[in-house]
């Protein structure tokens, strides 16, 4: 899939900027960055394959603002440009507000290591039990982060701290006596950079397309993995990307993926990507280069086996996508994704597998505010992402794929107000439907024919309602409280079991 694209970019000229620290695919700044670029006020940057290096952010956004000098004015370049600071400066620009100091900061531009205090707390308040309570989620962590980069293109980062691992406590040596606090990490890797390359190897999360909600083919629902992956760009306009992660290291369970972007106009962005889970002994070569479809080293492996026995563990479980974004003009922009799991090619009885995502939204100043409404459904059918022979596309129970699983559907509105740079409110109506299938379900051929046109059993129905206030007042502090009504019916899949509930959420992100 990439071979017809590397000769370009190796054409592409050598550059010895600043070193490709990444942006988390998590970080709210890409609300941002995705308002900006379906306004087509930044353009040149591969928004839907994530994670971004924050540098090459930086420099779309200096580029937007040379073109036009108008935008240093708007709220949301106001927040990116505070967040990426230390990128304006590395890139011989001064940024509209300095940056606060990390806890330790030394050596010169070229030679820096940074280490910073990171402290991330989710709670959410529900009065659905006999008790009110409020509880904090497992996103809540403390942590050190530490930064080393390299001029002109190592960088090294690593995130270490405290945080929960539910139902863990078997396994680990927790930290405080009958809980499930451990040391962990969220992220550590090492990224160069040479020309229009980089390569980079640790331990991140990913998320490939254009949906909010949730991406269908790689998204970031399962969390970080072990990676290798390497990056390419051609003239600011073709992006090609190949990963390939462990899914579990002990059970000989990988993932490979490879993914184009393309902008074919300053309108319009195409994005086609292939993703495969295999079983081997370690990562496969055929797979991690990207070279070639998936299906050719599939079969490529399957031929080469000596035995039944090896040709049937060959069998690996691919999936393709592909994606569209399209800015219509007046900040009124839509996209979709189509993703394709199966079809019934060999078998009637086979049922069709695949997911379709489709949102527009509008994002538009009204004189030194900002307004941003989208709309997006997803639908997802049942058996997908899962094979009778075991290659799932699931990490840690939770998918690898879009956020719900297969057996769903999902309805987002969602609306947003800058008021400006430091205050936003925000409102959101989620509207899931769920059926009875689950993740890892697989269809098998000794079941015959099976129908999933429809939610399977009895749907499980949930609305929630929700309104937000956000508070920005500097680079290193992030401060949102909500209040919302949840409405379910037939709760876990049993009819009649209705219930309703008052929540109130409360999320802070500071760092130092």
Do not use: C
Not at 14 to 24: D, F, K
Not at 212 to 232: E, I, Q
Not at 456 to 474: A, H, M, N, Q
Request: proline residues 5%; neutral net charge.
């Amino acid at each position: 899939m990439l071979l017809p694209f590397l000769a370009l970019l190796a054409a592409a000229p050598a550059s010895a900027g600043p070193p490709a620290a990444y942006l988390p695919v998590e970080h709210p700044a890409y609300e941002d960055l995705e308002s900006l670029v379906a306004g087509r006020l930044v353009d040149s940057l591969a928004i839907d394959t994530r994670p971004l290096a924050r540098t090459d952010i930086a420099a779309a956004l200096l580029r937007a603002e040379r073109g036009n000098p108008a935008l240093a004015g708007d709220p949301r370049y106001g927040r990116l440009a505070r967040e990426l600071a230390r990128e304006f400066q590395d890139l011989g620009a001064d940024p509209p507000t300095p940056e606060s100091p990390p806890l330790v900061d030394v050596g010169p531009r070229e030679r820096r290591f940074r280490l910073s205090l990171l402290g991330h707390v989710r709670g959410d308040f529900v009065d659905d039990r006999p008790v009110a309570h409020f509880q904090l989620r497992d996103e809540s962590s403390l942590l050190a982060r530490a930064d080393l980069q390299v001029w002109p293109g190592l960088a090294v980062y690593e995130n270490l701290g405290i945080t929960r691992v539910r139902s863990q406590r078997a396994f680990i040596d927790p930290i405080v006596y009958r809980t499930d606090l451990e040391i962990t990490s969220s992220r550590a890797g090492i990224t160069g950079r040479a020309g229009p390359f980089t390569g980079a190897a640790g331990y991140d999360t990913f998320r490939w397309g254009p949906g909010r909600r949730g991406t269908l083919l790689l998204s970031d629902a399962a969390g970080p993995m072990g990676f290798v992956a390497l990056s390419g760009s051609f003239a600011g306009r073709i992006t090609a990307t190949s990963l390939s992660g462990i899914v579990s290291q002990e059970d000989g369970q990988y993932l490979a993926a490879h993914r184009l972007e393309f902008a074919v106009t300053p309108r319009l962005t195409v994005g086609a990507s292939e993703a495969v889970r295999y079983h081997g002994r370690g990562l496969d070569l055929l797979y991690a280069t990207g070279l070639l479809p998936y299906a050719v080293v599939e079969r490529i492996h399957i031929r080469d086996g000596f035995s039944d026995s090896v040709r049937v563990s060959a069998r690996a479980n691919i999936m393709a996508s592909i994606d569209a974004e399209a800015r219509l003009g007046r900040g009124v922009s839509a996209y979709g994704e189509l993703l394709i799991d199966d079809f019934a090619t060999k078998n009637r009885d086979m049922p069709d597998r695949f997911g379709y995502q489709a949102g527009a939204r509008l994002d538009r100043s009204i004189g030194d505010r900002v307004l941003r409404v989208l709309a997006e459904y997803t639908r997802v059918r049942r058996f997908t992402y899962a094979t009778y022979y075991g290659q799932n596309f699931a990490l840690r129970d939770r998918p690898l794929g879009f956020a719900l699983g297969p057996d769903a559907e999902n309805t987002l509105v969602e609306g947003a107000l800058d008021l400006n740079r430091d205050w936003q409110i925000r409102s959101s109506l989620d509207l899931t439907n769920r059926g009875e299938g689950v993740l890892g379900e697989a269809w098998n051929p000794d079941e015959g024919f099976v129908s999933n046109s429809g939610l399977s059993g009895v749907v499980e129905r949930t609305r929630e309602v929700w309104s937000d206030l956000r508070f920005i007042p500097v680079d290193r502090l992030d401060l949102s409280a909500g209040v919302g009504r949840r409405w379910i019916t037939n709760e876990r899949h049993v009819l009649g079991a209705d219930r309703s509930s008052w929540m109130a959420r409360l999320a802070v992100d500071a760092r130092y």
